[in-house]
């Protein structure tokens, strides 16, 4: 069966530290990979979408960037954090080429910049 | 994606059914409705998905009349745990999914 691991789930760090998330999914292969952030009460924004390996779509101006050095391997990163960079960041992995549009969301990470 | 309208919250009460409805009047030919669930601290759990008509499984059914320009998600008998902030999502997994800003539902005993 097909999982989803993201790590750490909490992570407490200053402002102008760098950031590293990592994302690793099982199970499957070629899968859509995403990164979603949500602010406390509000929706899911999406950050970035990718469909292969290097292949790394960018849905929100930000200092954050994301990577994808392997199929099932992705990781969001920021050089320097801002304080409206906390939340609650989500991994999701979907399967490609296919209409279904359910995906499979990781535990999630909850980022506070002190 | 189809842009999406759903309620920002409801209330309901032990053991009601409730109907969560969304409108997506711009829905293409080959998008598909998904509605997820989402408890706090938690990423948001696929619940069910549709094309047209009726689909039901073990958690919820799912209403979707012939123009496909709303949908409407029916949670039989709710409980508290059923209190949850709910997504419609339209449109295919040939695209990026874009989630709206989702029903609030509290369930109250």
């Known amino acids: 069966s097909q999982t989803i691991h993201q790590w750490p789930a909490t992570l407490v760090q200053p402002v102008g530290s760098p950031l590293s998330l990592e994302c690793t999914v099982e199970?499957?292969?070629?899968?859509?990979l995403y990164w979603y952030r949500q602010a406390a009460g509000r929706g899911l924004q999406l950050l970035f979408y990718s469909v292969g390996i290097g292949q790394i779509s960018s849905e929100v101006p930000q200092n954050l960037s994301a990577s994808r050095p392997q199929d099932r391997q992705f990781i969001l990163s920021s050089k320097k954090l801002l304080l409206s960079d906390s939340g609650f960041y989500l991994c999701?992995?979907?399967?490609?080429?296919?209409?279904?549009?359910?995906?499979?969301f990781g535990q999630g990470t909850r980022l506070t910049v002190v | 994606l189809a842009k999406t309208t759903q309620p920002i919250s409801m209330d309901s009460y032990e053991g009601q059914e409730v109907n969560i409805t969304c409108s997506h009047n711009n829905i293409a030919t080959n998008d598909y409705i998904t509605w997820y669930q989402q408890f706090p601290s938690q990423g948001p759990r696929f619940i069910i998905q549709g094309y047209k008509t009726k689909v039901t499984n073990e958690v919820a059914s799912l209403f979707i009349p012939a123009d496909r320009k709303s949908s409407t998600l029916s949670l039989p008998r709710v409980s508290l745990s059923d209190t949850a902030v709910y997504y419609c999502?339209?449109?295919?997994?040939?695209?990026?999914?874009?989630f709206g800003t989702g029903t609030r539902l509290l369930v109250s005993p």
């Open positions: 999701a992995w979907s399967v490609q080429r296919t209409a279904n549009t359910e995906a499979f």
């Open positions: 199970g499957t292969s070629n899968p859509n």
């Open positions: 999502l339209v449109g295919s997994g040939f695209q990026k999914l874009v």
